[in-house]
């Protein structure tokens, strides 16, 4: 094993990569060819990219190349859950320096893989370059076995708003990494790997979500996305959040306000779901609020103040 | 309209670049959700993805934003092409400096979708970020309407081997540059924007293409994938070289080996297959050589010894 990808050279880190991962059944041709083929039975392709860029998106000195790669994988997966779809394949875009030590490239491989497994999911193909920095550019597809896409516009007044997962846990970690804190642990993690209950939102969408999308760029941003492509007002209820003791610590350490981490943390990878009223919740979900008509979003029936979700470019 | 993507914010460009995309009947759910969601009517999707980065795949002062779309959809749809199989959709990921001109952030959109027309697929999603240099992450994907993928292992002896497209004159077009010459125009331009000729492509695998791949590396570099992939001897013969009057005339000018651009060029994304003896090739292609048992790559029954394809680590 040489040290860096120099050494290895691109078709070397290649092989190194791709035999790391395991042949799986829905993948009829991996890695090697022009193309990969996959298995598509629904006869409709579900598919979604997201770019992670190092110095924006993760930075090495706060995660492992296993937690990036863990990282990466979950945003994609959890982008193709939130349409109501079983990923199946990822492919992978590695650009990144010659100096780059090889093992951390292999752990990368093996966090992408390993989240795959997750939900039985695999990788399908990629490409390497070279670049000043570390970038990562991944692509989930995935099956929607027969069932109607779960979209961002089918919320209905009455509706209930519900999530499934962890609301402000990353947010508070990446905060509490550039405070230079060493915990709580458990925020810590959150920020270097989030995990989206992939079977809660696989259950929400077959629970007769009419609306659903992953919290990616923060809740009021991404419930902001369902109330204007519905049509509706999303109004939320603070007093919904039950504000968890690793957050209250961390927010009284930082002297920070844990329920702007709720409300605008993005990267945590919770589904948000509007359901008709009378549906059955799957029990890892929690309403949150309901559907009125009108627009935009309101926090215990007026606007909230604070800062909003995430803009690349938006000059603050 | 505003000057620079830091003035248009992130949402503000994904308005301005997902409405110069028009709607496609394949394309199911497009831009604004999680997800896309695309046709994929065989019940198998092709997907390839490639990096495109500032510095090294292009420059701005060589490409304008709109030839770097028409290059950047072009060598993805030409893998695509390479299995036989019908390009759908393209999933864009583009990261750009703030500072970057609006304009050519909207040159870059319509030269993706125009190259998309050239074979009726269409932009399905995507994603936004910034970066200190523009990085293009595309991922195209592919239908093969019930045909069997044409791979790079399927080659056997007595296959001719044939080309469809140009060799070198993408290479030519960037020596050229490099050394500050304003001609001859057609070799700039291939550099600039290469001209797969998909259509031979498909009529290669409908004729029966044992193995098939698109020319990126450089000829003898991607027969050399075919000879490894299938077991077998590629044997080319440079007199099927028809050395076309612009290579001539800017080799004589740059003191250049026409041959050499030929033989390890890349980026012209012509189609190289195997074909059996008895087929008959399509009109654009031209038989180079012949496949026999053995291994590795010969020109005019020798080892080839100038410079190779491309390695995006390997120290020289």
């Known amino acids: 094993m040489t040290d860096v990808l120099a050494d290895l050279g691109e078709f070397g880190l290649i092989k190194e990569i791709t035999a790391r ?9 991996g890695p090697g060819d022009d193309a990969a083929l996959l298995s598509a039975p629904d006869g409709r392709v579900v598919a979604t990219t997201d ?3 190092e110095g924006r998106h993760f930075r090495r000195d ?10 990466a994988a979950a945003q994609n997966l959890a982008d193709v859950v939130a349409m109501g779809a079983r990923p199946t394949g990822l492919l992978v ?9 090889v093992r951390w490239a292999l752990d990368l491989a093996d966090g992408l ?23 990562l550019a991944i692509t989930a597809l995935g099956d929607l076995a ?28 990446l905060e509490l990494l550039a405070a230079g804190a060493d915990g709580p642990r458990e925020l810590l993690d959150a920020h270097r790997r989030p995990r989206p209950p992939y079977a809660a939102g696989l259950a929400l ?10 919290v990616s760029d923060g809740l009021l941003a991404d419930v902001g996305h369902v109330a204007s492509a519905s049509n509706v007002r999303v109004e939320l209820s603070s007093a919904a959040f039950d504000m968890p003791e690793p957050l209250r610590a961390a927010a ?42 009108g627009s935009g979003v309101l926090v215990d029936a007026t606007p909230y103040t604070g800062p909003q979700g995430w803009d690349h470019y938006r000059r603050p």
């Open 51 to 53: 770019l992670l860029l």
């Open 113 to 135: 893989r390993d989240e795959c497994a997750e939900v039985d999911a695999y990788i399908a193909g990629g490409d390497v370059s070279s670049a000043d920095r570390i970038l």
């Open 93 to 101: 875009g590695l650009a990144a320096p010659g100096d780059l030590p």
């Open 21 to 29: 991962f395991p042949p799986h059944a829905g993948l009829l041709i």
């Open 252 to 293: 009284a350490a930082l002297g920070a306000d844990p329920l702007r981490w709720t409300l605008t943390g993005g990267d945590d990878n919770a589904f948000v779901a509007c359901l008709p009223h009378t549906a059955t919740l799957p029990a890892e979900a929690r309403q949150i609020g309901t559907i009125a008509e």
């Open 205 to 214: 969408a077959a629970a007769g979500a009419t609306a659903m999308c992953d």
């Open 62 to 71: 706060y995660s492992s190349g296993y937690e990036v790669g863990r990282k």
């Open 146 to 173: 027969g069932a109607a896409p779960v979209r961002r516009s089918g919320a209905r007044p009455g509706d209930q708003v519900v999530v499934a997962g962890r609301l402000g846990w990353a947010q508070a970690g």
